[in-house]
């Protein structure tokens, strides 16, 4: 099992910036890769970024070149810079944990922290 805490989000201005962080904790040790997705309201959740325990970092074309994802093993958390923010970014961000054993993918969630982006 793992769990999951994130924190850092808020409002915003359109171009500012947040910077979301992801504490986990249990088996951490087992974790493949971490990484964030969101959900806004009246949407589906969708991906956002990942970054394995190889450090090799993926993210979606929405928010390539804004969204930096980065980790700091000795804290067991995950980051998510967010610069150059958007209206269209407002949504609950949620931290994502999994660990693929025998070939299935277990995923793990945080509670989700509320990012708006609103003037």
């Known amino acids: 099992q793992v769990q999951l805490v994130e924190s850092g989000g808020g409002l915003v201005q359109p171009g500012g910036s947040l910077r979301l962080s992801c504490a986990a904790s249990g088996s951490i040790f087992s974790i493949n890769g971490m990484g964030w997705y969101r959900q806004a309201p009246g949407e589906q959740r969708e991906y956002v970024a990942t970054?394995?325990?190889?450090?090799?970092?993926h993210y979606a074309d929405s928010v390539k070149g804004r969204f930096t994802i980065s980790r700091d093993n000795a804290k067991n958390t995950v980051y998510l810079q967010m610069n150059s923010l958007k209206p269209e970014d407002t949504a609950v961000y949620f931290c994502n944990a999994y660990i693929t054993n025998w070939g299935i993918r277990h995923d793990y969630w945080g509670q989700g922290t509320q990012v708006t982006v609103s003037s």
């Open positions: 970054i394995t325990t190889g450090g090799s970092t």
